[in-house]
């Protein structure tokens, strides 16, 4: 089966033991390339919205405080130690966060620290009946909020859109409503994916009880194996969400926390949802052993019992083609019409017999 | 098997990462048609009550308080945001509430706002031997009680009679005691749905034990499955009927608690029988394995056992068969009768070692 | 096998989301017959006690308090909501108990009210090889008590014995002494019940290695079935004593607390006795099924071995029967000789290969 | 297998349902024989020790202080309610405690009173490849120590060996060290219990993978068992320990609780150890199962080949027995040879074919 | 298959329920040999550093506090009860820290003393495919560490580099950020611990469905066995990672918990990785089983099936070779076409039905 879950887990190659902090990976990488790395600003704020798209950093950080709308969210596409470095100097990012960055296999957290929030979270997004997974760093610093994503394309399209709609409540609430919703938009796009999943089970489901064969054991195994996968990796998101419930409120105010507890109980919904599924597919495991053990006794059964029918009449015959020269029966004249009538009887009686054990 | 459960669940259509609200749900829905929704009115207080059907709300929400008697309760058959975005407007409800109302695959939950109670539960109901699941949202606004269910028909029929009784405690205690006894109904009506169940699986355990086949099979594999989603759905229920017991006492005053506490100790009761209930599935699936191996044992070892009967004897006529010239025994008078008693002696004996190792 | 546990459950046929309290049983219910109920009155104090039978509880309930002896017991044998609504009466019984001493398929528990402790708890009774299960309900109303059951026959009656017993604690410490008594006699009488099952795995253990048959996989299913009920029964049993030893002390003084720990620790012991027979049982099923997979392994190995033996000579005799004309053995003189010494050696052959494989 | 673990579980005769306390058991039992009870008092303090050997208790009650020594440690073996009852007497021994020590079959447990600390635990022993399990009962009197152990052996000749070591902490600290020094040494015995199940396991698994029977079945559900007693066993004894950690400190001063801390980490990491031991003992059975169906497949899979092997050639073989007059073949002069030519292309044919299959 | 996990434990020869201390193995144990134990002392601070081997204590011993520099760290290799002893009488270690460091089994712990920090912790090293465990010893004495291993070689190399890095952190924050550091480079070599189970596991499933034999069902056995090793270890090392995070804020300054936190993270992101790769190991058993049992089938399928196949007309070869005198078929001229064709139908007729049953 193709796998439906697409992991990217990169192997990282920094070197075991190191300190904490971005320097030693800056010396080993090269500085970006122009091209690889993108910056998309969205300025907004009552009233007012821009989307534009930088070719460097140099301007941004010019301007450590937003100036042209009371809020902005820069967003950068490609993890790159020389980028991070930039933004840590001018913000006083602290050196694990700006590690945890540029890692992207790293565990989903929040943290707070006194100027900022740091969040880490999973990203799952179905595209093509695949689901990638990406890292997405999440850095609120104020009125200025910086996202970090590994690769191209993501689940806030849908975001961006409503930013720019008028008398949205972004521009009233700014980049604490934006943090919402990005992670709200991020759990409901859990939704398709455990559909897909729910779809597959059905599939196999269907298929395993028409015709069981090997391919269904595999396909049963990888599909347990990428929903526990999923449930773990979701269970670290349940984590990340109920830790924002309760974070101090200079960082999230009261106002927003009926919002997050209604992405909580979302990310609960989905969680629950692939428990259920992950016992369909361990009940699926079952259905199919007993299929196949159902299949392969029908076969033995009826075969061993073919075999059997014959056995007695073969062992008659036998004694006929004996060649003793005093057997009365040879000469009789009725002798082969009697032979097939009790060799019809037999296998008739055995046939009626075992029919009537339900054997066959 | 005819699934007992039926779960009912709609897809919904409404876009990924939309804002929270039913703003962008309206636009999309067409106006409600006249009859498609149904609206009834119970008016009721210290010696008066009333039940009225409504046409439409305008009548309602030009009197946001009950005038007529103390309290009132309305149940809205059918989820419509037209409907709830006019209650929206006048009782000032949440955007999340609004949005929680219209969805119908919501997770059970209980909410405290500074002027309401919002709740979502399931409501299970045994009809024509199928159990029909269905999401109901109470609002509890002071003394103005309303209910949205999708679908007409609820078990909520012995409560109305109650209301009408002349100095039934609803009469004196209001809303906050229709709350309860709505909750205690719906927890109430589980007992004949596990009562189903349980007769469900003592049918298919005498079935089991005395002609085990495939269908058995997946009758086990399919309760498994629709007694786990039980047990889960009661999980939810069971939990909000734990947060109304420890809800703050402006909303519900300390003196129904106890009749909560008896409500919460049936839903243990249920959910405790259920899971007794899935063990005994289980157990099943291993009654099942077991049963359908032991009969298949008994088949092959009776054929097989019939095979080795005749194989020495079959032996025995090939070789006086044989075509040698210089077989003495060919000649002899006794020989045939000779060769039959040997037959008959090795399969005779053959029979008593097999009787006596206890073979068959 | 037959069932040790006789769990004696009533369907209830009262209605479905009808009030709280017994108005509406006592309705649909005719007045007990008088020879129905039994009443037994035990009064007792410092240096005094009296034991009578009543006709019915007029005289009772002339006097709310005790006035012979400073305490009393009263046991009700037989729940009649007629009876109940007497003493409801008289004693101020919220509605909630009421319903609840009447309703046999509670779940234990323990209730405080301002004046008074009520108790509901499963008592189990080994008799003539049978456990016979019951719900007790103890009412506690200061220097009185009245208990009540649903059959005759208990395990109180070497209470009743001490309660006589010159200078026993019961005639100084009252009522709260008489009901740790009782709730002590309950877990006493649970370690006969659990030896009961103790024995019966034993057997079931001893009969499994030495011929397994289909029978046990019953009994094992069975055993495994009534041992998780026990279990979870008892587990409601030890959630009361555990409330009992957190009472308020206006209830519970605290010099009685250590003999409620002490039933605790009774009623652990007693569970964790279970939770290990369950696991022997679980074992237990491992052993069966290998046990009869090893028979049959057994018995079809010799059996294949069998025919495997007399194939290859079967086919030799074959093939000197055919009819050709040019087979220069036939006319040998010693070919028969020879065609037996070649059967021969090679059915030894191949019992010495299968032997020294240790197929057999 | 013989059993490794000795439980010695007495079956108790007292009568159910009886008060607690020792009365009714010294009631119903003889006065103890001269002989048939221990006593070992040790007495000690700073810069003195010594050992004697009591005849009856009578002296020992008469200083209720110890006079002779600050401290003194009272051994007795053998449990018998007389000896009890005289200590209860001058001791004012709880009358829970008093029935606690004459019952061996009690949950270990650790109770703190306003003048003594009572403590029962599990004592393990390993001695001619046996573990001995007994209860034993410490009761902390202030500086006079009373141990009761039901048969005579235990593991404190080492604590015995360093109480009359000069200087050591005994005859500074007292009974408190002492009350340590003993559960040290219960806990520091598990090991050589632990490592000589660790080595039944090791042994079974060599056992396992070469020649597996039906013997190692039984023994890994006699392992199995045992180690689940074991580890129930020890749960309590954990539990116990922990107590003693967060017992008040005027029974258990401040300083010993390192001491205290130490006994709990040795007793977590042999409960680890045997939580280890069942996860492999579990997997043993999968072993088993998975080496004995390896076994019988492969006699199955090469007993049903043979027999397929000749098959086809005995069928042929029949075809040329076969009487009809018009059969050309028969007359042929290389039939005889092309008949053997085919057959063993035939059975080699089949032999490459199995064996390019990997089918043997 | 050769095991990936070198547990290394050494059968200690203590006696059992000897007193806490290492006064007894002291007496017992002869004193080191002079090159049986490395010492390397780190002397750091802010601009200095100096590596040293010592080739003896009695220097360091000489100086209690750092006088070089402000910061010392003491490597020791080599557990020698003599060494601890000569430290225990400077620095005044408590006896069980003393006897602990000596014991190479001992769980892992982290004890707070008024003056030091005692931390007891697994290092696992992965080294030529093997994975090796040793117990470290850390002891933080304020501004003195000293470190305990048994076997030469170590994960800290990276951390020396670092000491003798210019303006490194170790030489502003001193010993406290090396206590960091040291843990922290213990967690990060983990990760190729995992990845090389995760390794043989995908191996293993590759091999197993290509071609399952009895020797993966050991190399299955083996990997459980040691990730359920591997993940109770770790467990440990999570508990002693989480009591540094809330260890009192003299011995670990409140800046220095985010850096033991991210640790935190790293240790449960290995544990959960461990987690799943047990799941997948479990799941690659029951991939195992179903694996051999259909190869298993399909082998015994197709030669019960080639032997069916003939039975019929093998049984029709012998009526013909039958030795009647009236016999009509022998004597026609075409019988033997007929017979021929009669068994060329049956077969294909057998065929083409089994081929419809799907089976084979």
Not at 105 to 115: A, F, L
Request: proline share 4%; with cysteine.
């Amino acid at each position: 089966m193709k796998s439906l879950l697409r992991l990217r887990r990169k192997k990282e190659a920094y070197s075991l033991g190191a300190p904490p902090g971005i320097e030693h990976i800056i010396e080993l990488s090269a500085p970006p390339k122009p091209q690889s790395i993108q910056y998309e600003l969205i300025e907004f704020g009552e009233g007012t919205h821009a989307i534009s798209t930088l070719e460097d950093l140099s301007k941004f950080l010019a301007e450590p405080e937003s100036i042209n709308a009371p809020f902005r969210w820069l967003n950068i596409v490609g993890l790159h130690p020389h980028v991070v470095a930039e933004l840590q100097e001018v913000y006083k990012i602290h050196p694990l966060i700006a590690e945890d960055i540029v890692s992207p296999n790293q565990r989903s957290k929040v943290e707070e620290y006194d100027d900022c929030v740091f969040c880490q979270i999973k990203m799952l997004r179905l595209q093509n009946e695949q689901v990638f997974t990406e890292q997405v760093s999440i850095l609120l610093l104020g009125n200025t909020m910086i996202t970090f994503q590994e690769y191209a394309g993501d689940v806030w399209d849908n975001v961006r859109k409503r930013i720019q709609t008028k008398s949205s409540r972004f521009q009233s609430r700014g980049t604490i409503y934006l943090f919402y919703a990005l992670i709200d938009a991020i759990v409901d796009h859990l939704f398709p994916v455990i559909d897909a999943y729910q779809l597959l089970i059905e599939q196999l489901e269907n298929d395993l009880s028409q015709n069981p064969d090997q391919a269904h054991q595999k396909k049963i195994h990888q599909l347990r194996k990428e929903i526990v996968i999923l449930i773990r990796l979701l269970w670290s998101t349940r984590d990340i969400i109920n830790q924002l419930l309760r974070i101090d409120t200079t960082h999230i105010p009261k106002s927003i926390r009926p919002y997050f507890k209604d992405v909580y109980d979302h990310c609960i919904q989905v969680i629950d949802t692939l428990e259920l599924s992950k016992e369909e597919v361990n009940n699926l495991h079952d259905l199919y052993t007993s299929s196949v053990s159902n299949r392969m006794n029908e076969v033995m059964k009826v075969l061993t019992l073919l075999t059997s029918l014959f056995v007695p009449a073969t062992f008659l015959a036998g004694i006929y083609g004996m060649n003793f020269q005093h057997m009365p029966e040879l000469g009789w004249k009725y002798s082969y019409i009697i032979f097939w009538g009790m060799c019809i009887a037999m296998i008739t009686g055995m046939l009626l017999f075992f029919r009537r054990k339900r054997w066959f």
